[in-house]
């Protein structure tokens, strides 16, 4: 006897079928993809550690440079770590004629920079005068001199004693969000934000105008922040030996030195860039027309030599680049790396 099957169950079958083949080749589709993921991740992964060496081998290569500049008394911008032509009788030394530039490491190439931190102003060493100077000549308003100066010092230094203008842990716990005062030295100059008084514009500066002389920030509106000469990030640095190196500071550092008017700063300058150049701090600041007594004032803010050098890294593979950024100490001919971590 023949047992014949309704049109639908057959129908509800190939149903089942279709959605049955659906599910495998969206799960098949899936797995392809994770695959594919995985695999780049992995792919990623390897040559971020690639990135990671280049960008290393890079640091030490700039290590191996300054090791070789080490033994001069002086630290200049002629010299081969800045990407000068070589200072006096570095000409014969055995980094003449090589690159900081497109250096081959592993599969790739790095680029470069060293920036001699010596050239602008330690946050953790500056006392009142030098920060209130700096405040003065950006043009910030007379009442934020003080509060900003006091409040940097009661940052940094580690007790809980609130000078005249300055804020301790119990002003800023009544902030939102609230949090306590450092009291021990900044790493890194972006805790200025977290003082009192600091503005985002001070710091970052996004309209820099030309300095012209001292500002005392008259001539903008009630509630309205001035037009600041310069930004608090391009000269303050949070590692240094402490002193600033005539030989290496940009003119707008050079006229923050209390008792070097622009006028003298230019000066300086002139000297620094003479034929000869100056390389002593007695000559640089006898050409500028210094009394002994504010030659004597500058020298506790001066030097004419670097120890501390922030190093750029740019390793190259292909068509691309990652930052990596250094902090190293030179002591003569030694060079140790104080920190390594990719710039963001």
Known sequence: MRISHPKEDRAFAVIIALVAVTVLTI???????AMKVETKLAANTNNDEEFYWIGRG?????????????????????????????????????????????????DGTVSLKMVELESKININ???????????????????????????????????????????????????????????????????????????????????VSSPSGHKLGFGHEPGQEPDYAFALKDVFTAYSSGKINLLTAGDTVLGLIPGLDTAAAQ???????????????????????????????IMNYVTIIGNTYEIHATATIGQLSHEYTAIVYRNGPNVHVVSFYRSH
């Open 27 to 33: 799960l098949a589709g899936a797995f392809a993809y």
């Open 58 to 106: 890079g640091v030490e290569r700039a290590c191996w440079w300054l090791g070789v500049e080490g033994g001069q008394p002086y630290s200049t911008l002629q010299q081969y770590w800045a990407g000068g032509p070589g200072d006096g009788p570095e000409t014969n030394s055995i980094l003449n004629g090589e690159s900081l530039n497109d250096f081959p490491i592993g």
């Open 125 to 207: 060493t500056a006392d009142g005068p030098l920060l209130q100077n700096v405040l003065s000549q950006q043009g910030a308003d007379a009442g934020a001199i003080s509060e900003v100066s006091d409040s940097i010092l009661d940052w940094i230094d580690p007790d809980d004693n609130t000078r005249p203008a300055g804020a301790e842990s119990d002003y800023y716990l009544g902030l939102t969000p609230s949090y306590y005062a450092k009291n021990a030295p900044m790493d890194s100059t972006e805790e200025l934000l977290l003082v009192k008084g600091v503005t985002h514009k001070m710091y970052y500066n996004d309209s």
């Open 267 to 297: 000066q300086v300058e002139a000297a620094r860039n003479s034929e000869p150049p100056a390389h002593s701090i007695q000559q640089l600041l006898a050409q500028a027309g210094l009394s002994p007594q504010a030659a004597q004032q």
